[in-house]
């Protein structure tokens, strides 16, 4: 069964809109796919990853828009 990343069905209200990094999870990433690794590698590596996860969390956002709005507004009239 495919994912649908959908509120209410294969998501839940606390599972994360965007993950964290770790130094780890630069590191790692730099050693599987840099042969050069210097400061402006790093930079732009780290950038990468933010742009990927930005993309993530902003895809996420708009398929579940319309839920997110009304759980927003059902919050505020209680």
């Not at 069905?9 to 606390?14: A, Q, T, V, Y």
């Not at 732009?44 to 709005?69: H, P, R, T």
Request: zero cysteines; glycine letters at 6%; proline letters at 1%.
């Amino acid at each position: 069964m495919e994912r649908e990343h959908k509120l209410s069905k294969d998501l839940h209200m606390k599972d994360a809109l965007m993950s964290g990094f770790t130094f780890e999870d630069l590191v790692i990433t730099l050693q599987s796919n840099e042969p050069d690794i210097n400061a402006g590698i790093v930079r732009k590596v780290a950038n990468e990853m933010v742009a990927a996860a930005l993309y993530d969390f902003n895809y996420l956002m708009e398929i579940n828009m319309g839920e997110i709005i009304d759980r927003a507004l059902g919050a505020k009239k209680s």
